[in-house]
Nanobody, 111 residues
Framework: QVQLVESGGGLVQPGGSLRLSCAAS????????VGWYRQAPGKQREMVAL???????NYADFVEGRFTISTDNAGNTAYLQMNSLKVEDTAVYYC?????WGQGTQVTVSS
């Protein structure tokens, strides 16, 4: 069983940027599609971005070109670069691959 560990969340002002990381092992992300998801209080978890092992990406409509998903060459770390953050981006962000989930990292966008 592979453990996924997210990091990089925090408090940022509207318009700011954060880079989330998701660490795995055994070149996990080179084998499977990895996704970033988020869950805001009182709302269902929703997909933010996906990247296949071949590098094909897919984003939720609300991303509007502000976020970029990527993985490192070794397939051990997945990233979510988030720019132009909005208050409504506040949520716990999770990474997931092959049925495995991380513990989540809190992103709070507030002035």
């Amino acid at each position: 069983q592979v453990q996924l560990v997210e990091s990089g969340g925090g408090l940022v002002q509207p318009g700011g940027s954060l880079r989330l990381s998701c660490a795995a092992s055994e070149n996990f992300f080179s084998k499977y599609t990895v996704g970033w998801y988020r869950q805001a209080p009182g709302k269902q978890r929703e997909m933010v971005a996906l990247i296949t092992r071949r590098g094909v990406t897919n984003y939720a409509d609300f991303v509007e070109g502000r976020f970029t998903i990527s993985t490192d060459n070794a397939g051990n770390t997945a990233y979510l670069q988030m720019n132009s953050l909005k208050v409504e981006d506040t949520a716990v962000y999770y990474c997931s691959a092959y049925g495995e989930w991380g513990q989540g990292t809190q992103v709070t966008v507030s002035s």
